[in-house]
């Protein structure tokens, strides 16, 4: 995409001088000479891998305005001479705020040097690359020796420095490098036939996988590798919002609930377009360029270009992602509904266990409720019926009883309290049940078993809205709430509204017993409040705002 290519360019050049900005070149400061300042305050060695990358492109690029700039040739030798003295005698570098001789961010340094030191390889001439690349492959090849003794803590962490130590293999033949990878690959990819990778990380380390994935397959000349990126890219499709952001509520990972827009799957959708001869994952690329300009935040991939040229130059003229879908998928149990500019998510097993987006205004649901140990409903069973999906759960009560005998301590801590016989019940019952209508959805949720135990649903917005019934209007401000005790609610924001009723609010016991799930803080909640037994069916609609 030479359009693209040309508007990474711009930008990497925006970014080179930024990073100049922000180098520390006080010679007097031994250990951060050469090192970049991040938005912490903190000077360490991925960081400053990241911005020496883009300094070293622009610098390397005759198409660029800093080809062979001199003042930017001497900002990149302190940087690279930073980074080897911060790594550590195993060749494992730091992520000082949490690793330390870390493998997985040794992986992800080496991933980012790699396009920079294989564009040398093939362009040996280019200005600097004989400086550049006798240092760069001394750190590369030490970090694949502290990945091979390093170990990981996450499920990514495992592609990662596999697909990292094959490409190091190749490139420099160490049988251990493919070995140890070997190892890694043996446990299998945990990858769904849905695409959902384990730590369901859309918003971040599905990326990172799929990145991994292309990279075993490139190396091992085995192309089952992509279909687990083909899986999750196709998957991915349908995680983006009408405000073009990706659902990330059911992350496990800290990109849960994180506003996160699709730039930096650019440059997979591309390549996977390419060589699968995808053509909606092209028009998939083209996308999210558009959006990327649009939120004038670009991707940083001129590097990776410059060591792929023949993807400058693949056109496509469509740029399209789906805005219509309706897919549930098993085994992650969850749904995903788009109807142009709304969509709804059904999770199981989850608390805020519906979300319903209209445009950028989104609605989170919540029933909140007290027994025991539990503290919400959460789906313990989602059957599919049609157009309506129903979760299921019952909170069993229970007590313990007397041992009725000396236990040999009066400590309670040093108790086996396995060995204690239990009274069970009573329990609470709740059949959910969400069915797709014209517009928006109908909830109806039924509680009973226990009696006179009092619930709450929590509709949480997002701040910013303003809030209105029948019987007031106010600013949804972050934090606050309202017991509705009738009527329609009506949330409004921009162009966009989510209606919500009728409500019901028969009690004022919303906070929840100790260990309850807290009011989200950036949101503003709305209760609808009752004590069991109940049935009662909300509609959730889709409206236009009134605002404007």
């Known amino acids: 995409m030479r359009k693209h290519y040309e508007l990474m360019l711009r930008d990497a050049e925006r970014r080179a001088k930024k990073s100049m900005r922000l180098q520390v070149m006080d010679k007097n400061n031994t250990m951060k000479y050469g090192g970049f300042v991040d938005s912490k305050g ?27 700039n001199k003042e930017l040739y001497e900002r990149i030798i302190p940087a690279i001479d930073y980074i080897a003295r911060e790594q550590r005698e195993n060749g ?3 992520l000082v705020d949490c690793n330390f001789f870390s ?9 980012r040097l790699m396009p920079m030191y294989e564009y040398m390889l093939a362009h040996p001439d280019a200005p600097g690359a004989d400086v550049f690349k006798e240092k760069i492959e001394k750190i590369i090849y030490a970090g694949a020796k502290g990945m091979v003794a390093g170990g990981f803590h996450t499920p990514n962490h495992r592609w990662a420095i596999a697909s990292n130590l094959l490409k190091c293999y190749k490139l420099f033949g160490d049988a251990e490098f493919k070995a140890q990878a070997e190892k890694y690959l043996a446990e299998g990819i945990d990858c769904t036939s849905e695409g959902e990778f384990s730590e369901r990380s859309a918003g971040n380390y599905n990326r990172i996988n799929n990145d991994a994935m292309i990279t075993i397959g490139d190396v091992l000349g085995d192309p089952a590798y992509y279909e687990y990126a083909k899986r999750n890219l196709t998957m991915m499709l349908t995680y983006l919002e009408p405000d ?15 506003k996160v827009y699709p730039r930096d799957y650019y440059f997979e959708y591309l390549l996977m377009g390419h060589k699968l001869n995808n053509e909606t994952f092209l028009a998939a690329a083209n996308y999210i360029m558009d959006l990327a300009v649009r939120l004038n935040h670009l991707p940083d991939f001129l590097i990776y270009l410059m060591a792929n040229p023949e993807l400058i130059d693949v056109e496509y003229g469509e740029s399209s992602i789906p805005t219509s879908y309706n897919r549930f998928y098993k085994e992650s149990e969850i749904v995903r509904v788009r109807k142009d500019d709304y969509s709804y998510t059904i999770l199981n097993h989850a608390s805020n266990f519906v979300y319903f987006q209209h445009g950028d205004l989104t609605m989170s649901l919540k029933i909140g409720a007290s027994l025991c140990e539990h503290r919400a409903f959460k789906g313990e069973e989602m059957i599919n019926a049609g157009d309506t999906y129903e979760l299921k759960q019952t909170m069993k009560g229970w007590y313990y009883l007397p041992f009725g005998e000396f236990q040999g301590t009066t400590d309670w801590w040093k108790m086996d309290r396995s060995k204690r016989e239990l009274l069970h019940g009573p329990n609470l019952n709740f059949d959910v049940k969400i069915k797709d209508v014209e517009d928006g959805l109908d909830i109806t949720v039924k509680a009973d078993g226990v009696d006179r135990a009092p619930l709450r649903l929590e509709l949480a ?8 019934n029948e019987s007031f209007t106010l600013e949804g401000n972050a934090g606050e709430y309202i017991v ?28 929840g017993k100790f260990g ?24 959730v609609r889709s409206k236009m705002s009134m605002l404007y």
């Open 42 to 68: 903190i000077v360490q060695p991925k960081f400053a891998i990241y911005r020496m990358v883009t300094m070293a492109a622009v610098y390397m690029n005759p198409d660029s305005n800093l080809y062979k």
């Open 92 to 94: 494992c570098f730091d």
């Open 103 to 111: 493998g997985p961010d040794t992986a992800f340094c080496v991933k």
């Open 244 to 258: 073009d952001s990706i659902f990330t509520n059911n992350s496990t990972r800290q990109d849960r609930g994180v």
């Open 461 to 468: 917005f997002d701040a910013g809205c303003q809030i209105s």
């Open 484 to 511: 509705a005790k009738s009527g329609t609610v009506t949330a409004s924001k921009g162009d966009y509204a989510i209606e919500v009723g009728p409500a019901f609010g028969n009690h004022t016991f919303v906070a």
């Open 516 to 539: 309850s799930e807290g009011r989200a803080p950036q949101c503003f909640t709305v209760y609808f409040t009752d004590s069991t037994c109940f049935e009662h069916t909300i509609h």
